[in-house]
């Protein structure tokens, strides 16, 4: 039996030489719902950091791995398994190449997109969980992707990306009560002003 409540994950590589980098935004997502909702402070647990408590009403674990991206599904099994969780009841915040800087999409489902985060997961709980997709734009040429991921978010960037983390923060509780349209259009509506 499930003891209730939503795993939140965010996705990236630890360590400072990668905190700014656009694979990041995952980290930069959770780090924001975690501040927020005045979770208490992160503590190392299930090979990453870790907090919990209420986001809204509704129970929430906080987690980012603290492995590389492409080992990531491992942390991400071990919590689910020790709260008794589905995969339908995990959200994980990663980087999309193929959405438009800003925009933002709820998925249950589908394959990895080249994102080695999500095929760790896939490989460790199998495809059937939530992917919350946070657009960062593709630079153009396959060549140029890999650069372009691991490269810091610019300063005109910066300008979409704070906006976008405190939508996403601030709507954390549609999440939690697995409300995904809600937080879809909440989010769009609090960052419209954004688009050009």
Request: with cysteine.
């Amino acid at each position: 039996m499930a003891d209730g409540g939503k795993l939140l994950v965010g996705l990236g590589n630890p360590g400072s030489r990668y905190a700014r980098n656009r694979h990041n935004v995952g980290f930069m997502a959770a780090e924001a719902i975690a501040a927020r909702h005045n979770l208490p402070p992160w503590r190392k647990r299930f090979l990453g950091a870790f907090t919990d408590g209420r986001v809204g009403s509704e129970r929430a674990y906080v987690l980012m791995p603290g492995t590389y991206m492409n080992e990531s599904g491992n942390a991400i099994a071990q919590a689910m398994n020790y709260f008794r969780l589905t995969p339908a009841d995990v959200y994980v915040f990663h980087d999309e190449l193929d959405l438009a800087p800003g925009k933002i999409r709820v998925k249950l489902g589908g394959g990895a997109a080249g994102n080695n985060g999500i095929r760790s997961t896939i490989a460790h709980i199998g495809a059937d969980f939530y992917r919350v997709r946070i657009g960062i734009g593709h630079p153009g040429h396959k060549a140029a992707v890999q650069p372009w991921v691991l490269g810091d978010f610019s300063k005109v960037e910066q300008e979409w990306l704070v906006p976008l983390l405190d939508a996403i923060a601030d709507n954390a509780d549609c999440l939690a009560k697995g409300d995904n349209a809600n937080f879809m259009n909440r989010v769009a509506l609090a960052t419209a002003d954004q688009d050009d």
